[in-house]
């Protein structure tokens, strides 16, 4: 299946306003990359990288900043202590405007992990834009902290998601059913795909491609 995805996503490439084949014409589809300063480096990069690689049209965007701005990132890494360490990243430039974004232009929202979920999850306009998301029932991937949008925004009562453990307890209270995967896998629960840090980004990128290509 994923072979497949991946040579339409070519064909789509060369065709930015759709491809026609046989009749039928297939458009590109268009995926939000939410992210902050201070958003986790390989849960930014790779997945924005790995997206437009594939074919979809990645909108890179954060509140308060304009395309052409930048995000800093920090990378978390994991050497034998208690959590996770924190590091600087690099400078994440971003590719739209966060204040122009409709919904309905869309097919999937990737929340990013790090620190950014912290202070995102605080702004209304966010919490609105995943809960239509959401309610149309439209692909959604999370990976690390990024739930922590999820849980402030109210949408994973009795839905099956993961995160980092840390965020166990938080998903729990907001009515989710927390499961603990090894840090390189993924959920899924309908529409909605989740993985626990940067390790995972192979299997949640799959997953999501499934999702949005089902």
């Given at each position: 299946?994923?072979?497949?995805?991946l040579?339409?996503?070519?064909?789509?490439?060369?065709?930015?306003?759709?491809?026609?084949?046989?009749?039928?014409?297939?458009?590109?589809?268009?995926?939000?990359?939410l992210?902050?300063?201070f958003?986790?480096?390989?849960?930014?990069?790779?997945?924005?990288q790995?997206?437009?690689?594939?074919?979809?049209?990645?909108?890179?965007?954060?509140?308060?900043?304009?395309?052409?701005?930048?995000?800093?990132?920090?990378?978390?890494?994991?050497?034998?202590d208690?959590?996770?360490?924190?590091?600087?990243?690099?400078?994440?430039?971003?590719?739209a405007?966060?204040d122009?974004?409709?919904?309905?232009?869309?097919?999937?929202?990737?929340?990013?992990?790090?620190?950014?979920?912290?202070?995102?999850?605080?702004?209304?306009?966010?919490?609105?834009?995943?809960?239509?998301?959401?309610?149309?029932?439209?692909?959604?991937?999370?990976?690390?902290?990024?739930?922590?949008i999820?849980?402030?925004?109210?949408?994973?009562?009795?839905r099956?998601?993961?995160?980092y453990?840390?965020?166990?307890?938080?998903?729990?209270?907001a009515?989710?059913?927390?499961?603990?995967?090894?840090?390189?896998?993924?959920?899924?629960?309908?529409?909605?795909?989740?993985?626990?840090?940067?390790?995972?980004?192979?299997?949640?990128?799959?997953?999501?491609?499934?999702?949005?290509?089902?």
């Amino acid at each position: 299946m994923l072979m497949d995805i991946l040579r339409l996503r070519r064909q789509r490439q060369h065709y930015p306003d759709g491809l026609q084949k046989k009749g039928v014409v297939f458009t590109v589809k268009k995926i939000i990359l939410l992210a902050g300063d201070f958003t986790e480096d390989y849960e930014t990069m790779v997945p924005f990288q790995a997206l437009e690689m594939v074919g979809y049209k990645v909108d890179a965007v954060c509140p308060g900043k304009k395309a052409g701005e930048y995000v800093k990132t920090a990378i978390h890494d994991f050497e034998g202590d208690q959590t996770y360490t924190e590091k600087p990243g690099h400078l994440f430039q971003l590719n739209a405007d966060f204040d122009e974004v409709n919904v309905d232009d869309y097919d999937g929202l990737f929340i990013t992990g790090g620190r950014s979920p912290e202070y995102l999850r605080t702004d209304h306009r966010v919490l609105t834009l995943v809960k239509c998301f959401m309610k149309a029932g439209k692909p959604l991937a999370a990976i690390c902290h990024g739930p922590q949008i999820l849980t402030a925004a109210g949408v994973i009562c009795g839905r099956t998601l993961t995160a980092y453990p840390a965020l166990a307890a938080d998903i729990r209270l907001a009515g989710g059913n927390y499961i603990e995967v090894p840090v390189d896998q993924a959920v899924v629960d309908g529409n909605l795909v989740t993985a626990p840090a940067w390790p995972g980004n192979t299997a949640i990128l799959r997953e999501f491609i499934k999702v949005l290509e089902s």
